[in-house]
């Protein structure tokens, strides 16, 4: 991922939620994806649970199922995690 976009991550998350996250806690979480992680419902679903902890976020399982939906149907691959970060930034 690219500094400036990992700056730009980080930024729209404390806009977003008033919170900090360090890029090491955000590399620490994308390191865990596995070129599988996106198609596999269970692991997505995993994935999405650790950055809404990281970042100090409640989700309900319907805001859990629909930022999965959404990931899912964008049709992004984990080769490619810059699109999904500005995906999840929308």
Known sequence: M???L????????K???GKNISTTSVSKVAST???DTLENDVELRKL?????????IKLTDAKINEIAHTIQSSGVKTSNLESLMKIMMK
């Open 2 to 4: 690219s500094k400036d």
């Open 48 to 56: 999405i649970k650790r950055v809404a902890t990281m970042a100090n």
């Open 15 to 17: 806009r977003k939620t």
């Open 6 to 13: 990992s700056k730009d991550v980080l930024g729209a998350i």
């Open 33 to 35: 994806v596995q070129p």
